[in-house]
């Protein structure tokens, strides 16, 4: 199955922006072992090609990321919280009939 993990990436502090990006590769990691095709969120599936600091920039990835969970079988809702670029993933998961797991503790 082709899994899109939804996890926070933005946070307060670089360290917790650092730990947010650590916790959402340990998802992917954990779909790739159950044998899943993870796709990660926006910014980690293209790092480097775009300043996540340009407002064009954040809208043209968040479209590409967009546009990988609706090639998706399943959306995984991951981390501590659920932020508003996930809650527009979940609910255009929810629109495209794609299943919506809530995944519970660490990966």
């Known amino acids: 199955m082709k899994v899109y993990i ?3 990436l933005r946070a307060d502090s670089t360290f917790e922006a650092l730990l947010n990006v650590w916790s959402a ?3 992917a990691c954990r ?3 159950e044998g899943h095709r993870p796709r990660v969120t926006h ?7 775009l300043n996540p600091f340009d407002r ?7 479209a590409y990321g967009l546009a990988e969970l609706r ?7 991951c981390g501590p919280r ?9 609910d255009l ?3 495209l009939g794609i299943p919506v797991r809530v995944m519970e503790g660490d990966a």
Do not use: F, K, N
């Open 71 to 77: 090639d998706c079988d399943i959306v995984w809702v």
């Open 6 to 8: 939804a996890h926070p």
């Open 43 to 49: 910014w980690l599936a293209i790092p480097g090609i």
């Open 82 to 90: 659920v932020s508003a670029g996930m809650q527009v993933e979940i």
């Open 25 to 27: 590769l340990r998802w």
């Open 56 to 62: 064009a920039d954040d809208e043209l990835a968040r």
């Open 31 to 33: 779909a790739l072992r």
């Open 93 to 95: 998961a929810e629109r």
